[in-house]
């Protein structure tokens, strides 16, 4: 059976920075990418940047020169540096991973909050 398992989201300050990440365990085969996604109430989720198996990151325009995403492949693991954070950056953050053409894999969400 295979659970993300997301960590690092809190409450903090405009102008601050935080770290997500995500673990991938249990057998997934064929990861072609990893992704961060994040959702307000009320809105859709939208995707804010993916990395694929081989390194290529896309950002969203609305954090980029902000975020930037990584991965340890050995660990099935994915991060994603939130600096310079804005309130309007508050929502729940969500990792997923794609396995082959189309079986997608959802974290349990992490709340990031920012506020002064």
């Known amino acids: 059976q295979v659970r993300l398992v997301g960590s690092g989201g809190g409450l903090v300050q405009p102008g601050g920075s935080l770290r997500l990440s995500c673990v991938a365990f249990g057998s997934i085969d064929n990861i072609y990418a990893m992704r961060w996604y994040r959702q307000v109430p009320g809105k859709e989720r939208e995707l804010v940047a993916s990395?694929?198996?081989?390194?290529?990151?896309m950002l969203s325009e609305i954090v980029k020169g902000r975020f930037s995403i990584s991965s340890d492949n050995v660990k099935n693991t994915v991060y994603l540096q939130m600096n310079s954070l804005k309130p309007e950056d508050t929502a729940v953050y969500y990792c997923?991973?794609?396995?082959?053409?189309?079986?997608?894999?959802w974290g349990q969400g992490i709340q990031v909050t920012v506020s002064s």
């Open positions: 997923n991973v794609q396995s082959g053409a189309t079986r997608m894999y």
């Open positions: 990395i694929t198996r081989g390194g290529s990151t």
